[in-house]
Antibody
Framework: EVQLEQSGAEVKMPGESLKISCETS????????LGWVRQRPGKGLEWMGN????????KYSPSFQGRITISVDKSITTAYLHWSRLEASDTATYYC?????????WGRGTLVSVSS | DTQMTQSPSSLSASVGDRVTITCRAS??????LAWYQQRPGEVPHLLIF???TLQSGVPSRFSGSGSGTEFTLTISNLQPEDFATYYC?????????FGPGTKVEV
């Protein structure tokens, strides 16, 4: 059974850094793209980027390029989403997604709140 | 980059209705068009991939069609659990852009 276990909610201040995680199991980690999707409160879904764990090939949305870093640790089948400097506008729920066909599997989401 | 739009942005419907949602791409895309459902307070889930293929477990009242720049999601015989927001998504080649969503409400 595929499982995407996301890290817990975070409360941060503007300018702080943050790395959230998505621990996966139940499938061949290196063989499928993993992605991250943002959903601001009351708003729609926004694709942020994908990574292929087999070779760490990474694709970013132009809207997020340069503001986030997506990475993986193959040894623990975990994906990460990292910000070096958070802004209040980063307040959102972030979903880890697994792509077999489209986004077949979704994590339960990590709520990130950024406020001074 | 290809932009995705959806129409309508919201619609009112009743149980038993047939509902059609349109997704348009700013330029022709391949068959890699997906639809997702998100009920209030829940995680989105995949309904349809490759334009018209139902994800396992999705009721047959959902169907997808289209090609080029115009795609549709049809829900026949709307059920109470179908009141939700629906998103289309272009995938396969980056960027994997979502449409803005269509809210189906009573």
């Amino acid at each position: 059974e595929v499982q995407l276990e996301q890290s817990g909610a975070e409360v941060k201040m503007p300018g702080e850094s943050l790395k959230i995680s998505c621990e996966t199991s139940g499938y061949s980690f290196v063989s499928y793209w993993l992605g991250w999707v943002r959903q601001r409160p009351g708003k729609g879904l926004e694709w942020m980027g994908n990574i292929y764990p087999g070779d760490s090939d990474t694709k970013y949305s132009p809207s997020f390029q340069g503001r986030i870093t997506i990475s993986v640790d193959k040894s623990i089948t975990t994906a990460y989403l990292h910000w070096s400097r958070l802004e209040a506008s980063d307040t959102a729920t972030y979903y880890c997604v697994l792509s077999g066909r489209a986004f077949d599997f979704w994590g339960r989401g990590t709520l990130v709140s950024v406020s001074s | 980059d290809t932009q995705m739009t959806q129409s309508p942005s919201s619609l009112s419907a009743s149980v038993g209705d047939r509902v059609t949602i349109t997704c348009r791409a700013s330029q022709a895309i391949s068959k890699f068009l997906a639809w997702y459902q998100q009920r209030p307070g829940e995680v989105p889930h995949l309904l349809i991939f490759e334009t018209s293929t139902l994800q396992s477990g999705v009721p047959s009242r959902f169907s997808g069609s289209g090609s080029g720049t115009e795609f549709t999601l049809t829900i026949s015989n709307l059920q109470p659990e179908d009141f939700a927001t629906y998103y289309c998504q272009k995938y396969g080649t980056a960027p994997w852009t979502f449409g803005p969503g269509t809210k189906v409400e009573v």
